[in-house]
C-alpha cells in the first residue's frame, strides 16, 4: 500500500507542471486526498484538498485560480496541475489520502523547482 507522487521539475518562472499521485493496493476513489508543501526552511502547508465526494475542495489564496486538483478514477491517480509558477512555488510537494478507516498515507514527495 502506497503512494507515488511523480511529475516534479525544473520549471521557468510563468511555466505549468502537473503532478501525479498513484495509488497501489487501495482505491483512491474514496479518500479525501490532498497535496502539500514544504520548502527548505519552513513548515509543510497545504496546497490544496479535496472531499471524499469530490464536492468540497480547498485552495490556499497563494493556490486559488492558479493550482487545480483533480482524481481519475480509472487511473487510480490524482493531480495538481500548477500554472503560472512563481519561485516562492518551489518545495518538495506530499500527496496525501485520508481513508474513511482514518488511515493515513503520505506519498514521497516529488520536487519542484521554479527558476529561470
Known amino acids: 500500500v502506497q503512494l507515488q507522487a511523480s511529475g516534479g521539475g525544473l520549471v521557468q518562472p510563468g511555466g505549468s507542471l502537473r503532478l501525479s499521485c498513484a495509488a497501489s493496493?487501495?482505491?483512491?476513489?474514496?479518500?479525501?486526498i490532498g497535496w502539500f508543501r514544504q520548502a527548505p526552511g519552513k513548515e509543510r502547508e497545504a496546497v490544496s484538498c479535496?472531499?471524499?465526494?469530490?464536492?468540497?475542495?480547498y485552495y490556499p489564496d497563494f493556490a486559488k485560480d492558479r493550482f487545480t486538483i483533480s482524481r481519475d478514477y480509472r487511473m487510480n491517480t490524482v493531480y495538481l496541475q500548477m500554472n503560472s509558477l512563481k519561485p516562492e512555488d518551489a518545495a518538495v510537494y506530499y500527496c496525501?489520502?485520508?481513508?474513511?478507516?482514518?488511515?493515513?498515507?503520505w506519498g514521497q514527495g516529488t520536487l519542484v523547482t521554479v527558476s529561470s
Open positions: 496525501r489520502a485520508i481513508r474513511r478507516s482514518g488511515l493515513v498515507y
Open positions: 493496493g487501495f482505491t483512491l476513489n474514496r479518500p479525501a
Open positions: 479535496l472531499s471524499t465526494n469530490n464536492d468540497i475542495t
